[in-house]
């Protein structure tokens, strides 16, 4: 069909199947990967649909996006991490050695300042990205014992009761953690000069 030719109202028609059609392509896929990160269904579904209100108002502002699912994808992890922070006011605590190692020292005065410009905001996506990589490289336990304690709030004594793991391996789990997260998050923080 020749867009010269179609009436605004055609042209809106056609934007909203595209809209539809996309939203009926990437809901499940997305559902899923907001899932695996979010335990609660309501706040995993409340996320689904921020991102899909983002696309419709992305489309309808007549914002360009290139690759409309990798730029779900990066607007849901996005949208993770705003929920974790808004649950969690915390920052994320590094494992301190010694006698109590809930003690905060933060992972937090590793990552730039969101205010302190675009330069740093880019930065701060950067080392965002990378703190997910390095999750990803954990092992399957501490990463578990990671995300539980720090992004859900669980304590130690309530992991241990449910999983049968003894607080000390737990807490062990997530000291190994966190000296992986260190080292990978100092290693680009570098690259900005932080």
């Known amino acids: 069909m020749n867009t010269a030719s ?3 109202g055609e042209m809106a028609a056609e934007q909203n199947r ?8 990437e809901q499940d896929r997305l559902r899923g990967f907001i899932r695996a990160r979010i335990r609660d269904e309501a706040e ?4 689904l649909q921020e991102v899909f209100y983002e696309l419709l108002e992305a489309v309808r502002l007549m914002k360009p996006i ?3 699912s ?3 994808f990066r607007v849901a992890r996005n949208r993770i991490i705003d929920l974790f922070r808004r649950k969690r006011p915390r920052s994320l605590s590094e ?9 905060a020292g933060t992972l937090e005065d590793l990552l730039p300042s969101p205010e302190a410009g675009p330069e740093a905001a880019y930065a701060r996506g950067v080392l965002l990205e990378q703190l997910e990589a390095a999750l990803e490289e954990l092992p399957a336990e501490q990463r578990a014992v990671f995300l539980a304690h720090e992004v859900e709030g ?4 309530e992991m241990s009761a449910e999983s049968g793991v003894n607080v000390k391996t737990l807490l062990s789990r997530k000291h ?3 000296l992986h997260l260190r080292e990978r998050l100092r290693a680009i923080a570098a690259e900005f000069g932080r």
């Open 6 to 8: 179609l009436s605004i």
């Open 18 to 25: 595209g809209l539809a059609e996309t939203i009926a392509r």
């Open 44 to 47: 995993a579904e409340d996320v």
């Open 66 to 68: 290139e690759q409309v």
């Open 70 to 72: 990798a730029w779900l």
């Open 95 to 103: 494992a301190a050695p010694g006698p109590d190692p809930e003690r």
């Open 154 to 157: 669980r304590s130690f004594k």
């Open 176 to 178: 190994y953690a966190v």
